[in-house]
């Protein structure tokens, strides 16, 4: 099927036709392609399936019970029967779908999957939940998950500017959703990639508004691709906690979206020393950012927007260089591992107040830059390239280094590497675990043996370096 276009607004052209039928085990099978505005998706039923669906219509009296071709005992599988019924059955949804041009009946617009792939039963179905279920998720404050195609239709919905009950059922009035966004404070959106069920329909490339939600402390995002984001930025006053994965390829697209629109921007302060184009509201409550498992090439200045975040996580990226953390005064917390960082070079003027450093997976070979991060508690190094031992005096005058992993870097295999590597760290080789394994008392006897030998040879090289001034 051809992937589905997404117009500013949906035509209401619907259409259900049986393209085809197959034979599963002793009775034959229905294909109905279905069509919806630009979606399409298969659904299969038998014989029976429409027979139950008639049942139900008839039994509420919404159409006459002639309308159904009648069944058939004999030869029910032979090919000019399936064919001729194939026919008789199009003609029956097509016949129903006439008859109900808006408000479909629930019970129909289940057989035709409605409810999993069209606006109108998307938004009739998830209206129904949170009539029932609404009031108890949000007394219970968990997560609530929904999809993209979910938020899809509620956008649609809302820019049609139509009644939101178009079918006569209060359950299934979209205010109930409107209640619910506008006080849900925690929530996750969960895309795909690739079509959804059996439908034409490319979730990832579906745009929705997040502005129906008033009162979010918590979103995660993933799979949505970051252009198709629309009004996240309504949650600035609220929002603490912000994961967006497999979405973004800058941080821009995600913090400041509008700054494509403008020259120059600058974030929202008390004294601005140049002109802007721009004056840029901050994320007044965000501590939390999650942006790991994106395509994001480097820190760009949108990080002086989230001047309170304590804990960021940008990991399985592709940044080169650590730039511009120096607007995050609060940052304790921060993991750049598995990117493609070569060089730490400064870093120490931008990480002034950092407490556990994740650079794991990179391709460090040296560990310069590190040596005046004394508030650093936890540091992880491990699948890097460092190969010298020395590298280590880097770090080891750091005062408050207490957890330390070197695994799978080249120096690991060095005869007695570990006791090597803690005597770089004098006096406090016994207060620091090494590769998440605490300094034994024989370590620390070695350790003692290694730093009078360093000593020594300091010694010696003082009294050289004396008689040569001489």
């Given at each position: 099927?051809?992937?589905?276009?997404?117009?500013?607004?949906?035509?209401?052209?619907?259409?259900?036709?049986?393209?085809?039928?197959?034979?599963?085990?002793?009775?034959?099978?229905?294909?109905?392609?279905?069509?919806?505005?630009?979606?399409?998706?298969?659904?299969?039923?038998?014989?029976?399936?429409?027979?139950?669906?008639?049942?139900?219509?008839?039994g509420?009296?919404?159409?006459?019970?002639?309308?159904?071709?009648?069944?058939?005992?004999?030869?029910?599988?032979?090919?000019?029967?399936?064919?001729?019924?194939?026919?008789?059955?199009?003609?029956?949804?097509?016949?129903?779908?006439?008859?109900?041009?808006?408000?479909?009946?629930?019970?129909?617009?289940?057989?035709?999957?409605?409810?999993?792939?069209?606006?109108?039963?998307?938004?009739?179905?998830?209206?129904?939940?949170?009539?029932?279920?609404?009031?108890?998720?949000?007394?219970?404050?968990?997560?609530?998950?929904?999809?993209?195609?979910?938020?899809?239709?509620?956008?649609?919905?809302?820019?049609?500017?139509?009644?939101?009950?178009?079918?006569?059922?209060?359950?299934?009035?979209?205010?109930?959703?409107?209640?619910?966004t506008?006080?849900?404070?925690?929530?996750k959106?969960?895309?795909t990639?690739?079509?959804?069920g059996?439908?034409?329909?490319?979730?990832?490339?579906?745009?929705?508004?997040?502005?129906?939600?008033?009162s979010?402390?918590?979103?995660?995002?993933?799979?949505?691709?970051?252009?198709?984001?629309?009004?996240?930025?309504?949650?600035k006053?609220?929002?603490?906690?912000?994961?967006?994965?497999?979405?973004?390829?800058?941080?821009?697209?995600?913090?400041?979206?509008?700054?494509?629109?403008?020259?120059?921007?600058?974030?929202?302060?008390?004294?601005?020393?140049?002109?802007?184009?721009?004056?840029?509201?901050?994320?007044?409550?965000?501590?939390?950012?999650?942006?790991?498992?994106?395509?994001?090439?480097?820190?760009?200045d949108?990080?002086?927007?989230?001047?309170?975040?304590?804990?960021?996580?940008?990991?399985?990226?592709?940044?080169?260089?650590?730039?511009?953390?120096?607007?995050?005064?609060?940052?304790?917390?921060?993991?750049?591992?598995?990117?493609?960082?070569?060089?730490?070079?400064?870093?120490?003027a931008?990480?002034?107040?950092?407490?556990?450093?994740?650079?794991?997976?990179?391709?460090?070979?040296?560990?310069?830059?590190?040596?005046?991060?004394?508030?650093?508690?936890?540091?992880?190094?491990?699948?890097?390239?460092?190969?010298?031992?020395?590298?280590?005096?880097?770090?080891?005058?750091?005062?408050?280094?207490?957890?330390?992993?070197?695994?799978?870097?080249?120096?690991?295999?060095?005869?007695?590497?570990?006791?090597?590597?803690?005597?770089?760290?004098?006096?406090?080789?016994?207060?620091?675990?090494?590769?998440?394994?605490?300094?034994?008392?024989?370590?620390?006897?070695?350790?003692?043996?290694?730093?009078a030998?360093?000593?020594?040879?300091?010694?010696?090289?003082?009294?050289?370096?004396?008689?040569?001034?001489?």
């Amino acid at each position: 099927m051809e992937a589905a276009r997404f117009p500013a607004e949906d035509s209401e052209g619907r259409d259900a036709r049986i393209v085809g039928s197959e034979l599963v085990e002793n009775y034959t099978v229905y294909i109905i392609q279905v069509k919806a505005d630009f979606h399409q998706w298969t659904v299969k039923h038998r014989y029976s399936d429409f027979h139950d669906l008639h049942e139900k219509l008839t039994g509420e009296k919404m159409v006459d019970k002639n309308l159904l071709p009648p069944k058939k005992i004999i030869g029910k599988n032979s090919r000019s029967l399936v064919e001729k019924r194939q026919k008789e059955l199009e003609v029956y949804l097509q016949t129903l779908l006439a008859k109900f041009p808006t408000a479909t009946p629930k019970v129909l617009s289940s057989f035709l999957h409605f409810h999993l792939y069209e606006i109108n039963g998307i938004t009739a179905a998830l209206s129904e939940e949170l009539f029932h279920r609404g009031e108890q998720l949000l007394l219970a404050g968990e997560v609530f998950n929904i999809r993209p195609l979910q938020l899809y239709a509620i956008t649609q919905q809302l820019r049609k500017g139509k009644p939101t009950c178009v079918n006569g059922d209060a359950k299934t009035d979209l205010g109930h959703i409107l209640d619910f966004t506008c006080r849900l404070k925690y929530l996750k959106i969960s895309g795909t990639r690739g079509p959804v069920g059996t439908s034409n329909i490319q979730e990832h490339l579906l745009p929705f508004d997040l502005s129906v939600f008033k009162s979010l402390q918590q979103i995660e995002i993933n799979h949505c691709e970051a252009k198709h984001i629309q009004g996240l930025i309504s949650s600035k006053p609220t929002l603490a906690t912000l994961s967006i994965q497999f979405s973004a390829a800058s941080m821009k697209d995600i913090l400041v979206p509008e700054a494509s629109e403008f020259d120059h921007w600058e974030p929202e302060c008390p004294v601005l020393e140049c002109p802007v184009t721009a004056i840029v509201p901050t994320w007044k409550s965000l501590t939390t950012l999650d942006m790991s498992h994106n395509w994001i090439s480097n820190i760009d200045d949108s990080v002086k927007l989230i001047r309170k975040i304590e804990f960021l996580d940008l990991s399985h990226n592709e940044i080169s260089t650590v730039e511009n953390l120096q607007h995050l005064y609060n940052l304790i917390h921060l993991d750049l591992s598995y990117n493609k960082l070569a060089s730490l070079e400064g870093v120490h003027a931008k990480l002034g107040n950092i407490k556990t450093l994740n650079l794991a997976g990179n391709l460090l070979e040296s560990l310069c830059g590190l040596n005046k991060l004394y508030s650093l508690v936890n540091l992880d190094l491990s699948n890097n390239k460092i190969e010298q031992i020395e590298e280590i005096r880097n770090i080891g005058r750091l005062p408050c280094l207490e957890k330390l992993v070197l695994s799978n870097n080249p120096l690991t295999i060095i005869p007695d590497y570990r006791t090597k590597v803690l005597a770089k760290f004098w006096d406090r080789a016994s207060e620091v675990c090494l590769d998440n394994t605490s300094t034994t008392e024989k370590e620390l006897d070695t350790v003692e043996v290694l730093k009078a030998i360093e000593k020594a040879k300091e010694a010696k090289n003082k009294a050289n370096n004396s008689n040569k001034k001489k």
